[in-house]
Structure formats: structure tokens, C-alpha cells
């Protein structure tokens, strides 16, 4: 099992930044994939950003280019930065890790929410 705990959220103006963390215990080594979702009012949860074990990246169209996903192995950790944020990238963002290759098992963290307004 994975513990997921995410912090960094809050309220921020249109255009601001914010960067997002998510602390992550258990078995670590484990871990295929980690990313950031993000579940709106009324909406599904979405993707927004994912990381391989090896590296690779992957951006939801509408955040590429201000969003970037970055880990520190060593600290166990996954970061959002987010840089002009939008009205509509409010939403309670999600840490996910992958477990599991034949049978992928997903965890997830408590979410933290993002405001964007004036």
C-alpha cells in the first residue's frame, strides 16, 4: 500500500502560481506512475499531469506550457508547479500513484483544493 498526503492548495489570484506537493510513504518501490488529477464542481475527475517511474511526462492539453509535474526521489515526493493559473483550473486537486504492472492498483491522497479568483 501507498500513503498519499497532499499539500500546497489554497487561493490565488488569475495569473498567479501555486505549486502543489504530495508526500508519498509505503511501498514506494512499488510505484509504476504517479500524476496530479482534479476533480471541478459537477465535473469528472480529470487528468492533469502524470510521471513515469521512468521519467516520461504527460500533460492534459489545457495546462501545457504553465503546469510542469516534477518528483524528488529522494524525499519521496511529487510537485504540481502551476503558473497562470485560470478560473478554471479551480478544482480539488489529486495525488495518484500507480502500483502494479499485469494488475494496476490505484491510490489516492485527500485532495487539496484550488481557488482562482479576484
Known amino acids: 500500500q501507498v500513503q498519499l498526503v497532499e499539500s500546497g492548495g489554497g487561493l490565488v489570484q488569475p495569473g498567479g502560481s501555486l505549486r502543489l506537493s504530495c508526500a508519498a510513504s509505503?511501498?514506494?518501490?512499488?510505484?509504476?506512475?504517479m500524476g496530479w488529477y482534479r476533480q471541478a464542481p459537477g465535473k469528472q475527475r480529470e487528468s492533469v499531469a502524470t510521471i513515469t517511474s521512468g521519467g516520461r511526462t504527460n500533460y492534459a492539453d489545457s495546462v501545457k506550457g504553465r503546469f510542469t509535474i516534477s518528483r524528488d526521489n529522494a524525499k519521496n515526493t511529487l510537485y504540481l508547479q502551476m503558473n497562470s493559473l485560470k478560473p478554471e483550473d479551480a478544482a480539488v486537486y489529486y495525488c495518484n500513484a500507480d502500483l502494479g504492472v499485469v494488475v494496476t492498483i490505484k491510490y489516492w491522497g485527500q485532495g487539496t483544493q484550488v481557488t482562482v479568483s479576484a
Open positions: 509505503g511501498s514506494i518501490a512499488s510505484i509504476t506512475a
